[in-house]
């Protein structure tokens, strides 16, 4: 069975999708089998892997809303192991249709069931809002990763976030986890963005990412290339970050593929 990771903050601009699209392409690199679920309106990471949303003629919201059966429109990536469930700009008007559904807050659990068998890692990509599609993510998530940019204002809107995490927990899934908060867009070279370092960690401690994202100019660029990091450049600073975060959340859940008696190192080895 997959575990589902949602990627969500309503900040826009925080780098949900760029940690989408890398963190899947990571666990596939990985030899996991990986799955990307586009939820965003602006279908960025549709075009991210290297699809045109205009040309997407069947994608999530047909899915939610006409129950059409997603193994039929999932598309494979340049990305050996990573496959994407697409989106388009019909989704934007999802959550008006969804209002009068049974179980509206559950669709997207609903579309990921019969997915997790057949993937190692679900990762859904949510766009800037805390709408119903986003309410949808989360009730369908094992975790929810928050990715927090380094930079001033950062902290603003958190608080709103993790209190609908929370009604999410207590009222449709009660289960659902915070893989961890991760820092992104960070730059060494400015004390802003080693002040907000400090201040999330002294806020949240054990719950931030030990791996930090770092400002990459091929990690930006990649997109335009309808690429994943891990394709456009793995020796860059982009992909060895996302690298590192997919092995963190690897050894978090102890997935990772070295078996635990393998780790130790046994004395008569030394030398």
Do not use: W
Not at 19 to 45: C, H, M, R, V
Not at 145 to 156: D, G, K
Not at 222 to 245: C, K, Q, R, W
């Amino acid at each position: 069975m997959g575990k589902v990771i949602t990627i969500a903050n309503q900040k826009g601009g925080v780098g949900k999708t760029t940690t989408a699209i890398n963190l899947g392409a990571g666990f596939a690199i990985l030899e996991y089998k990986t799955l990307l679920i586009d939820a965003d309106p602006q279908a960025n990471s549709t075009s991210g892997v290297g699809f045109d949303p205009k040309n997407i003629k069947t994608s999530i919201y047909e899915c939610i809303i006409d129950e059409v059966d997603p193994k039929n429109i999932i598309l494979n990536t340049k990305t050996p192991n990573l496959d994407l469930l697409p989106a388009h700009i019909d989704l934007v008007g999802a959550e008006i249709e969804m209002i009068n559904l049974t179980n509206r807050e559950k669709m997207m659990k609903k579309l990921t069931a019969n997915l997790r068998e057949d993937y190692d890692f679900i990762i859904i990509d949510c766009g800037p809002s805390l709408g119903l599609i986003t309410v949808n993510a989360l009730a369908a998530a094992d975790s929810v990763i928050i990715p927090v940019q380094c930079e001033y204002f950062a902290l603003e809107g958190l608080g709103k976030l993790l209190n609908t995490i929370k009604i999410v927990q207590s009222r449709l899934n009660p289960s659902l986890d915070i893989e961890g908060i991760l820092l992104t867009m960070y730059d060494s070279r400015l004390r802003l963005s080693n002040q907000v370092v400090e201040e999330v960690k002294a806020h949240f401690q054990q719950m931030v990412f030990n791996t930090i994202i770092n400002r990459n100019v091929r990690l930006s660029e990649a997109p335009s290339f309808g690429e994943s990091i891990m394709m456009h450049d793995v020796n860059s600073t982009g992909a060895i970050n996302y690298l590192n975060l997919a092995r963190e959340i690897l050894q978090k859940n102890d997935l990772t593929m070295i078996k635990n008696a393998d780790k130790k190192i046994h004395i008569e080895d030394e030398f």
